[in-house]
């Protein structure tokens, strides 16, 4: 590549919409932040860099901040999809995951999520402002010092009460365990809880029992775990509103979410 050809390039990644300008949105909050900011620093393509220089920040980019080759596979639907069939309240979710620490190696982190409704609100009707003001309760009640902790497994409990917002499902270690995860949830979403609408499953099969063996495309693997036990921390959370192309990220504990509200 000529000299020239590759100041053509570089001119349109730093400048417009392009690579720059990603990684700037990214890093939207780095002023607040000093490691943020020395991050996006380090990411940023300068206008004197030679291509391999331009290379390197752009892969340390993608997979060292971004970690886009770490993403699962997703079998589903975008959301403007979802959203042109079904009209709905904006949502408020909740995302924790299990320590690093506490990961057995090979294995992905154990997952959950509790989410409810604003039933009183509606796309058009809802606020930066009262989205900021949820951002500040959820930081309050499930980050801030104490960050929220429950113990995953296979019962699960259901709480459905669709007028008001819920349909809970939170698999735990023990059936107390989930009740105790969905009155959390109902009690912080400012509604009364009521054991008329709690039910769980309580299925008979051990979900403490070594995987069994594979084989795919000559590799052997294990089967996945079924339900694991694993204790989940909150992570961090969302707001998901109708014909908003873009989840609305509230609070972020893991440092990998783009532009939330508060950076636990």
Same mark, same amino acid.
């Given at each position: 590549?000529?000299?020239? +050809? ?14 720059? +300008? ?9 002023? !607040? %932040?000093?490691?943020?900011? #020395? ?6 393509? !300068? ?9 390197? @920040? ?42 690093? &620490? ?9 997952? &959950? ?7 009183? !609100? #509606?796309? !058009?009707?809802?606020? %930066? ?10 930081? #309050? ?39 105790? /995860? ?16 709690? +039910?769980?499953?309580?299925?008979? @099969? ?18 996945? +775990? ?18 908003? %192309?873009?989840?609305?990220?509230? /609070?972020? %504990? ?11």
């Amino acid at each position: 590549m000529t000299v020239r +050809k590759w100041a053509e390039i570089r001119k349109a990644l730093t400048q417009g919409d392009c690579y720059n +300008k990603q990684v700037r949105e990214w890093f939207k909050d780095a002023d !607040e %932040n000093d490691t943020r900011r #020395t991050l996006r620093d380090l990411c940023l393509i !300068e206008s004197f860099d030679s291509i391999a220089i331009a290379q390197q @920040r752009i892969r340390f980019f993608r997979e060292e901040v971004q970690k886009t080759h770490l993403k699962p596979t997703i079998i589903g639907q975008p959301k403007y999809a979802v959203d042109a069939d079904v009209k709905y309240h904006p949502q408020i979710v909740i995302y924790f995951a299990q320590d690093k &620490a506490s990961i057995p190696e090979k294995e992905d982190a154990v997952t &959950a999520r509790a989410s409810f409704r604003l039933m009183n !609100e #509606t796309s !058009e009707s809802l606020t %930066n402002a009262e989205l900021n003001s949820w951002a500040n309760k959820i930081y #309050t009640r499930f980050f801030g010092a104490t960050p929220y902790r429950f113990r995953k497994g296979k019962y699960i409990a259901w709480y459905t009460r669709p007028e008001e917002g819920f349909h809970l499902q939170v698999y735990a270690y023990s059936k107390q365990d989930g009740r105790d /995860v969905v009155e959390d949830i109902v009690s912080f979403a400012g509604k009364t809880f009521s054991t008329k609408y709690l +039910k769980y499953s309580d299925p008979e @099969r051990s979900n403490t029992e070594t995987p069994e063996k594979m084989r795919i495309l000559g590799e052997l693997r294990d089967e996945p +775990k079924w339900r694991p036990n694993a204790y989940v921390t909150a992570a961090y959370a969302y707001a998901t509103i109708w014909n908003d %192309n873009n989840i609305r990220m509230l /609070v972020d %504990n893991t440092g990998l979410q783009v532009n939330p509200v508060i950076r636990s």
